[in-house]
Every structure is written in structure tokens, then in C-alpha cells.
């Protein structure tokens, strides 16, 4: 961020390397002793295997070394920020809350002095600028942010010692993108659908950020015992008890040479039985394991010994996780309008139809969807306005129609249906004139109609993740189509029918202007197809929370009408592209399969 007459400097940061189990320490540029700060990143991303902690103030820092080293230490690995808190007065120091808020802004913030003359009185400010880019609040969820980013440094001298601190200072952090993309990282933490009657329950992912180098995974087993983030805190529950937290000895957690990780918590876990343990378990094991390969097995203690212990593998069995189902199948609709697959996760490229009358061509079809036991499939009609549920089983008959659309045109009818995790089926009624979201439970009983107050405008395309909380939708107001992620919230109604809604809608891509095709790609992921304003077609991944993964984006991809993930990310991206059905291996390029459109995982 340095900028202005470099006179005298000071390093402001050491950065330590971790080689062959050697740490080396560098000195990095110094700091400017007068000037304003400019917004330039503090520190170009590093490589994972690199920390960076910052250094002290020294006794003859000028007021701008001081907000520069603050700064500086802002962005370091410093546990509980022990360095920054040296650029503050003792009584700043004890107020400041760094853990309430990270801002992200798309450069380092911009720090300049108001007043300098005033420097011989001994009192200075800083403004601190810049552009918001995101936020991570205090429950370490991420929200994207626009905006003007406009805060007070106030700086004092000491008038024993001559020093300068900062004896004002905003709560929470700030730093530039790059240097939030080196220090944070995102991982899924773990909890069970409350409406999920099913045995095992299904598993729910609730993303947030945590510190990179600073003990993750304590981090994220705190985290995870406190409970789910705001948003998703009404459609789910947890194992563990009210009021438990980890014991004062259990920092850090680190699993034994064996894999074995042991948890102690405190006394209100005691109270738990065996199959809550378990559960509190297998949410440590799902969560930890992406974060914490090595950890095979789980202990859970309270109460001054073991409760219960759980093995990687028998967390499957206590609840289901939606990317642990392998689809059998890749689906899509071949010349004819007929329903045809091919085996997933090979290079097969002859398709076959489908079992069932679906699959026998007695009706054209423009778009499908296969339940995700791979038993029942659901058609819409090549001119859009009609929906059949079949079975995948040779012999069955069509039936009539689930559904009808009486929308003007085939494209103001029905979009692409979408199943969710208890057999329920999605479409949406795109009519002009009276747009629907609709909900079939088991596939084909009496739709029920989805209230959605929150939504402005009418739905484009429906994709329900496989836990059946969370429901992805392409909303179109006007010239604009946007991904939203809304919460479903189910209820009995006094008709003994369910009154189901969608809530709290919350865009993924506000970035993105119009968004043409999108698929669920993991437990909180999706794949996205769409352009920027002014911009050209791109395809890329997005998390549920609107930030964007740390992972390459898929291979560049002309002419995209529709994408299909699995929730299973061993199994390769499909399209359909003006080429025709491609596929995208690991680590390759797109590759075209074969002839139709339309082509989608089971789900």
C-alpha cells in the first residue's frame, strides 16, 4: 500500500517459507515515513506453503508507518492479531474486535492524512478508502458488497514516550481481494435437514471462511459447534447440545499419527446419548474432510472421558451427504425427443433409451429430469406446455400430463424440471401472464403451488441441491436473468396438503447480467453460464454465498445452452453446446460425446 517520498523505512512484514521442514525468514519492502497510502495490495498471493507474520512498530514509526504497519498487520498470520494490536493504545487495543467483520475491498485501502499539520499537537486522522468488494461477518458467512468503504483512523502520541498509536480505530478487519484470497479460505461446515424425515438424515452444507494458517481446523470445529450461519440456521439442525463448546485445553486440535482426531468439549455435552454423539460425529467428519485429510476417526469426550467414537467410513451411515451418490447415468434427449443415457464416468458414448415409456419416443421432449435413485423420470413436451412422470421401467405407460402450461409461447411455459432429495419434484410455470413455481411431491401428486415472496420477477430455471434446503433459480426482471439462492421452508397445511416457500433470496452472481444456464456442482457449488454487462459468454463456478471458488475455471466453451454437474465432483461437467453433448474430463479440454440437448445428472 506504500506510496509517497520514501525517506526513512521500516520492514513492515517477515515472511516465513516452510521447505523441506526449514523456515526462513524474508524481510519484505519497507514503509514510507510520510505521504499518503495508496491502495495497492500489501502482499501478491503466495503459495499455500507460505506465512506471513508482520512486524512490531518501532520507537520512531511516523503517524503513517503506524497506519501503514497496522494495515500491514492486518493481512498477516498472526494469531489473535498480536502484532496489530502493538500499533494501538493499550485502552484501543482492548475495545478493537478484529473477529466481527472482514471487509474486502478490490485494492488495500487508501489511507489518507487529514490535517497534517496538525501532527505537532500530537493528534492525527486517517481515511481510510476503497471499493467494497464482500464482507465475512461475525459468523464467518460471506455476502458479496458494492460501494464506498469510508473510515476514521485516529491517531495520538504518547506524551511520555514521544510514540505514536492508534487510539481509534474501526472495528473488525479490512484488506484488499488478493490479499483476502491468501488468507482466507472457504469450507463447508456440516448440519442435518430439520424437515428431513428420512434415516439417515440428510446433511446440509453451510459454507464460511476461516484463516488460513491460523489452526483451521480448530477454527472450523468452533465454528461448527456454534451453530449454522443466519441464512441457514431456520432449515436445519445439529447434534450438538445447547450451550457446548470446547473445552480450554483443546486448542489446537491436531489428530494423533493414527488419524485419530479426539474433540474434548465441555460438560453440556455430556448430556448427549450415544446416537447424538454420533451425530455430533459424523458433522465433525464431514466437515473436516476436505480441511483435514488425515483425519480418519473422530473421539468425541465430555464430561472427563469418551462419549463416543466414529470412523470416517461410519459417518455414512449416521446421516447421507448428497456428492456421496454416484449417479449411474448421464440423461438427455436424443433427435427423436426420446429420453437416452449413456454410463457415467466412462467414455461411453452410445446412447441408449431410457426404460419406459419416456424413453419410447410416444411423446417428443424438449427437457428431462431423473429422480436421484434413478427409479422415475419427468418430461417436458417439445412445445413446453406439457409435464409427464414415468417410471424407468420398460413396458410402463405415459399417462396424462402432472401439469399444463397455458403460456403464449413455448418459451413462457415450462422450464426444465428438477428433483429433490425426497422424490419431490420443481418446475416452473414461465407464463407471462401468471408465472408459478410448482412443487409435485413423490412426482405426481396434485402440484402445489410455492409462494415466493421475496422474488421479483419471473423464474427461468429451477435446480434443487440434493438436500432439499436449498433451491438455485434463475430470476428474470426485465433485460436481466440472475442466479438467486433461496431457502425452501416447508410446512402442514389445514388441509393436510404442505405449504411450502421460498425465503430469503440471496443473489450468487451479482456480477453477471444475464445468466443463461446453471447446474448444482457440489454441496455448495454450481456451475454457471453467463456474460457480464457488455461482456462475453463465460462458463464459471460460484459458491452458494456469491463468492468464487479457489479453483480453475472450467475450459472456454462457445455457444453453451444448457450444463450439468453432479453433486458428485468426480463425475465430468456435460453440455450442450452448438457442437452437440460434450463432456469435460479432469484436466482436458471439452470432447464431444454425441448428437441431442438437453443433458442432465440424475437430480
Same mark, same amino acid.
Given at each position: 500500500?506504500?506510496?509517497?517520498?520514501?525517506?526513512?523505512?521500516?520492514?513492515?512484514?517477515?515472511?516465513?517459507?516452510?521447505?523441506?521442514?526449514?523456515?526462513?525468514?524474508?524481510?519484505?519492502?519497507?514503509?514510507?515515513?510520510?505521504?499518503?497510502?495508496?491502495?495497492?495490495?500489501?502482499?501478491?498471493?503466495?503459495?499455500?506453503?507460505?506465512?506471513? @507474520?508482520?512486524?512490531?512498530?518501532?520507537?520512531?514509526?511516523?503517524?503513517?508507518?503506524?497506519?501503514?504497519?497496522?494495515?500491514?498487520?492486518?493481512?498477516?498470520?498472526?494469531?489473535?492479531?498480536?502484532?496489530?494490536?502493538?500499533?494501538?493504545?493499550?485502552?484501543?487495543?482492548?475495545?478493537?474486535?478484529?473477529?466481527?467483520?472482514?471487509?474486502?475491498?478490490?485494492?488495500?485501502?487508501?489511507?489518507?492524512?487529514?490535517?497534517?499539520?496538525?501532527?505537532?499537537?500530537?493528534?492525527?486522522?486517517?481515511?481510510?478508502?476503497?471499493?467494497?468488494?464482500?464482507?465475512?461477518?461475525?459468523?464467518?458467512?460471506?455476502?458479496?458488497?458494492?460501494? *464506498?468503504?469510508?473510515?476514521?483512523?485516529?491517531?495520538? /502520541?504518547?506524551?511520555?514516550?514521544?510514540?505514536?498509536?492508534?487510539?481509534?480505530?474501526?472495528?473488525?478487519?479490512?484488506?484488499?481481494?488478493?490479499?483476502?484470497?491468501? =488468507?482466507?479460505?472457504? !469450507? =463447508?461446515?456440516?448440519? @442435518?435437514?430439520?424437515?428431513?424425515?428420512?434415516?439417515?438424515?440428510?446433511?446440509?452444507?453451510?459454507?464460511?471462511? !476461516?484463516?488460513?494458517?491460523?489452526?483451521?481446523?480448530?477454527?472450523?470445529?468452533?465454528?461448527?459447534?456454534?451453530?449454522?450461519?443466519?441464512?441457514?440456521?431456520?432449515?436445519?439442525?445439529?447434534?450438538?447440545?445447547?450451550?457446548?463448546?470446547?473445552?480450554?485445553?483443546?486448542?489446537?486440535?491436531?489428530?494423533?499419527?493414527?488419524?485419530?482426531?479426539?474433540?474434548?468439549? =465441555?460438560?453440556?455435552?455430556?448430556?448427549?446419548?450415544?446416537?447424538?454423539?454420533?451425530?455430533?460425529?459424523?458433522?465433525?467428519? @464431514?466437515?473436516?474432510?476436505?480441511?483435514?485429510?488425515?483425519?480418519?476417526?473422530?473421539?468425541?469426550?465430555?464430561?472427563?472421558?469418551?462419549?463416543?467414537?466414529?470412523?470416517?467410513?461410519?459417518?455414512?451411515?449416521?446421516?447421507?451427504?448428497?456428492?456421496?451418490?454416484?449417479?449411474?447415468?448421464?440423461?438427455?434427449?436424443?433427435?427423436?425427443?426420446?429420453?437416452?443415457?449413456?454410463?457415467?464416468?466412462?467414455?461411453?458414448?452410445?446412447?441408449?433409451?431410457?426404460?419406459?415409456?419416456?424413453?419410447?419416443?410416444?411423446?417428443?421432449?424438449?427437457?428431462?429430469?431423473?429422480?436421484?435413485?434413478?427409479?422415475?423420470?419427468?418430461?417436458?413436451?417439445?412445445?413446453?406446455?406439457?409435464?409427464?412422470?414415468?417410471?424407468?421401467?420398460?413396458? *410402463?405407460?405415459?399417462?396424462?400430463?402432472?401439469?399444463? *402450461?397455458?403460456?403464449?409461447?413455448?418459451?413462457?411455459?415450462?422450464?426444465?424440471?428438477?428433483?429433490?432429495?425426497?422424490?419431490?419434484?420443481?418446475?416452473?410455470?414461465? =407464463?407471462?401472464?401468471?408465472?408459478?413455481?410448482?412443487?409435485?411431491?413423490?412426482?405426481?401428486?396434485?402440484?402445489?403451488?410455492?409462494?415466493? &415472496?421475496?422474488?421479483?420477477?419471473?423464474?427461468?430455471?429451477?435446480?434443487?441441491?440434493?438436500?432439499?434446503?436449498?433451491?438455485?433459480?434463475?430470476?428474470?426482471?426485465?433485460?436481466?436473468?440472475?442466479?438467486?439462492?433461496? /431457502?425452501?421452508?416447508?410446512?402442514?397445511?389445514?388441509?393436510?396438503?404442505?405449504?411450502?416457500?421460498?425465503?430469503?433470496?440471496?443473489?450468487?452472481?451479482?456480477?453477471?447480467?444475464?445468466?443463461?444456464?446453471?447446474?448444482?456442482?457440489?454441496? *455448495?457449488?454450481?456451475?454457471?453460464?453467463?456474460?457480464?454487462?457488455?461482456?462475453?459468454?463465460?462458463?464459471?463456478?460460484?459458491?452458494?454465498?456469491?463468492?468464487?471458488?479457489?479453483?480453475?475455471?472450467?475450459?472456454?466453451?462457445?455457444?453453451?445452452?444448457? !450444463?450439468?454437474?453432479?453433486?458428485?465432483?468426480?463425475?465430468?461437467?456435460?453440455?450442450?453446446?452448438?457442437?452437440?453433448?460434450?463432456?469435460? &474430463?479432469?484436466?482436458?479440454?471439452?470432447?464431444?460425446?454425441?448428437?441431442?440437448?438437453?443433458?442432465?445428472?440424475?437430480?
Amino acid at each position: 500500500m506504500g506510496g509517497g517520498e520514501r525517506g526513512r523505512g521500516v520492514s513492515a512484514r517477515t515472511v516465513a517459507y516452510a521447505t523441506s521442514g526449514v523456515v526462513l525468514l524474508a524481510g519484505c519492502a519497507s514503509m514510507p515515513d510520510s505521504g499518503d497510502l495508496r491502495g495497492v495490495e500489501s502482499t501478491p498471493r503466495q503459495d499455500a506453503q507460505v506465512r506471513v @507474520f508482520a512486524m512490531p512498530p518501532s520507537d520512531d514509526a511516523t503517524p503513517t508507518q503506524i497506519v501503514q504497519g497496522f494495515l500491514e498487520a492486518l493481512t498477516s498470520d498472526d494469531p489473535d492479531y498480536r502484532t496489530a494490536r502493538q500499533y494501538l493504545t493499550r485502552e484501543a487495543a482492548k475495545a478493537w474486535r478484529p473477529e466481527l467483520s472482514t471487509t474486502v475491498l478490490s485494492n488495500g485501502p487508501d489511507a489518507q492524512v487529514e490535517a497534517p499539520e496538525r501532527q505537532n499537537t500530537g493528534s492525527l486522522s486517517y481515511t481510510l478508502t476503497g471499493t467494497q468488494v464482500a464482507t465475512v461477518d461475525a459468523q464467518q458467512a460471506y455476502a458479496p458488497a458494492s460501494g *464506498s468503504y469510508d473510515k476514521l483512523v485516529h491517531l495520538a /502520541r504518547d506524551a511520555k514516550t514521544g510514540q505514536w498509536r492508534i487510539d481509534v480505530v474501526p472495528q473488525g478487519v479490512v484488506m484488499g481481494k488478493s490479499d483476502f484470497q491468501r =488468507n482466507y479460505m472457504s !469450507v =463447508n461446515k456440516y448440519y @442435518f435437514a430439520s424437515d428431513n424425515a428420512s434415516t439417515p438424515p440428510m446433511t446440509v452444507a453451510d459454507p464460511v471462511y !476461516v484463516r488460513s494458517h491460523v489452526d483451521p481446523t480448530t477454527e472450523m470445529v468452533r465454528s461448527l459447534i456454534k451453530g449454522p450461519t443466519t441464512w441457514l440456521k431456520p432449515a436445519v439442525r445439529t447434534g450438538f447440545p445447547v450451550g457446548t463448546a470446547l473445552s480450554k485445553e483443546a486448542a489446537p486440535l491436531t489428530p494423533d499419527d493414527r488419524g485419530k482426531l479426539t474433540v474434548p468439549l =465441555n460438560d453440556k455435552a455430556a448430556e448427549a446419548g450415544t446416537g447424538r454423539c454420533e451425530e455430533m460425529a459424523a458433522q465433525l467428519l @464431514f466437515t473436516l474432510r476436505t480441511l483435514s485429510p488425515a483425519v480418519e476417526e473422530v473421539e468425541v469426550r465430555a464430561g472427563g472421558g469418551p462419549l463416543c467414537s466414529l470412523a470416517r467410513s461410519g459417518a455414512e451411515t449416521v446421516a447421507t451427504r448428497g456428492a456421496l451418490h454416484q449417479p449411474d447415468y448421464l440423461y438427455f434427449v436424443d433427435e427423436e425427443g426420446r429420453l437416452v443415457r449413456i454410463t457415467s464416468g466412462t467414455s461411453d458414448t452410445d446412447p441408449a433409451p431410457a426404460p419406459g415409456a419416456l424413453g419410447e419416443g410416444e411423446k417428443a421432449l424438449r427437457s428431462v429430469a431423473v429422480a436421484r435413485d434413478e427409479r422415475t423420470a419427468a418430461g417436458v413436451s417439445v412445445d413446453g406446455r406439457s409435464l409427464y412422470v414415468a417410471p424407468l421401467v420398460a413396458g *410402463s405407460p405415459l399417462g396424462e400430463p402432472v401439469l399444463q *402450461s397455458t403460456g403464449k409461447t413455448e418459451e413462457d411455459r415450462l422450464t426444465t424440471p428438477s428433483w429433490d432429495a425426497r422424490g419431490g419434484l420443481w418446475v416452473a410455470d414461465s =407464463n407471462a401472464d401468471e408465472p408459478r413455481l410448482y412443487l409435485l411431491e413423490e412426482g405426481s401428486d396434485e402440484p402445489v403451488e410455492v409462494h415466493t &415472496p421475496e422474488l421479483d420477477g419471473r423464474v427461468r430455471a429451477v435446480r434443487v441441491a440434493a438436500d432439499g434446503v436449498r433451491i438455485a433459480l434463475v430470476v428474470e426482471k426485465g433485460d436481466r436473468r440472475s442466479l438467486l439462492i433461496g /431457502r425452501i421452508d416447508r410446512e402442514d397445511g389445514t388441509d393436510g396438503r404442505p405449504t411450502v416457500t421460498v425465503l430469503d433470496p440471496r443473489s450468487a452472481t451479482p456480477e453477471l447480467e444475464q445468466v443463461t444456464a446453471m447446474s448444482w456442482a457440489g454441496d *455448495s457449488r454450481l456451475v454457471v453460464v453467463g456474460r457480464e454487462e457488455g461482456g462475453v459468454e463465460q462458463m464459471k463456478y460460484v459458491e452458494v454465498d456469491g463468492s468464487t471458488p479457489d479453483v480453475p475455471p472450467p475450459a472456454a466453451l462457445t455457444g453453451v445452452k444448457a !450444463v450439468t454437474a453432479s453433486e458428485d465432483e468426480q463425475a465430468p461437467l456435460m453440455a450442450y453446446s452448438v457442437d452437440g453433448i460434450v463432456r469435460l &474430463p479432469t484436466g482436458a479440454q471439452w470432447q464431444k460425446v454425441t448428437e441431442g440437448t438437453a443433458p442432465v445428472y440424475p437430480g
